[in-house]
């Protein structure tokens, strides 16, 4: 046996899937070449052959949650999460496989039943502001295809984008994601607005420049300061440089605390007068 944590089988789900429990009774999902093989209730599983190891959000029961999910759809989204985090470059939270295979199970029994995804606006703006993910988003579409034999909505690969999108910033809920993508939406009209230009989505400075909206809304939501000593000089010679960016920054920041109620300090203006000027600098 591998050392650390000992998981029994609660349920295997396929040969290389399984939902187990530790010592302490939380549940897993455990994934491994051959690791569900022949697998009963109560059977420890060696943790040697277990290559990822999922859990679900707080408060969320596994086991509830897997009843709904058949287990070609949990295979189908392990490819995708793998898929995803080779792409973005980036380890995601290990709740991504529960919410996503979830979310791709009730996509298709909407299908199934002769439903339609409701349309949002969403689905042509989450390409634009997260476009990495939303490519991830179309090969999932791709993946699901090929291995179900199952052709979903192409609006269904934005929404399996924003997936993606709050598996990377330890968002509480989807719905934290949600609010966060559209504030990132009213920020980048507003500097496309002022400054007349169109912003190159797939840039490395627009990657950064939403990314850093991210984590400052994360911040913001949950009541963080930013870990940098206060620089007044510094927040002076920022406006005197960059006066458009510094103009719309304020403008950023008067519709932040007038629309959402937020608070940006003269620190945080710091940075993201920094980000507008150089996602703004290439456009030029």
């Not at 709740?95 to 339609?116: C, M, V, Y």
Request: glycine share 4%; proline share 2%; aromatic share 8%.
């Amino acid at each position: 046996m591998g050392s650390g944590p000992i998981y029994s089988t609660v349920k295997s789900l396929n040969n290389n899937l399984v939902l187990a429990h530790d010592e302490q009774q939380e549940e897993y999902v455990l994934f491994g070449k051959g690791i569900g093989f022949k697998k009963k209730k109560g059977d420890v599983i060696d943790t040697i052959l277990v290559t990822k190891i999922f859990h679900a959000k707080e408060h969320q029961n596994i086991s509830a949650i897997m009843e709904n999910i058949s287990a070609d759809v949990l295979s189908v989204t392990e490819i995708i999460v793998d898929a995803g985090e080779k792409f973005l470059d980036k380890k995601l939270n290990p709740s991504l496989l529960i919410s996503l295979a979830d979310h791709i199970q009730n996509s298709i029994n909407r299908q199934n039943e002769g439903g339609e995804l409701p349309s949002s606006t969403l689905q042509w703006e989450i390409p634009f502001l997260y476009f990495n993910e939303s490519r991830v988003g179309k090969k999932a579409l791709k993946i699901i295809e090929e291995n179900l034999d199952i052709q979903l909505p192409e609006m269904e690969a934005a929404f399996i984008a924003l997936h993606f999108v709050n598996a990377q910033d330890g968002m509480e809920s989807m719905d934290e994601t949600m609010l966060i993508t559209e504030i990132t939406k009213s920020m980048v009209k507003t500097i496309q607005s002022l400054f007349d230009v169109s912003l190159n989505k797939e840039s490395m400075n627009y990657s950064r420049f939403v990314t850093h909206i991210r984590y400052f809304m994360n911040r913001q939501l949950h009541n963080q300061d930013l870990a940098t000593e206060s620089n007044e000089k510094l927040y002076q010679i920022i406006q005197e440089q960059y006066p458009k960016s510094y103009a719309c920054g304020l403008m950023i920041r008067e519709m932040l605390s007038k629309q959402y109620g937020l608070s940006v300090s003269d620190d945080e203006m710091i940075y993201l007068i920094i980000h507008i000027e150089r996602v703004v600098s290439e456009t030029k």
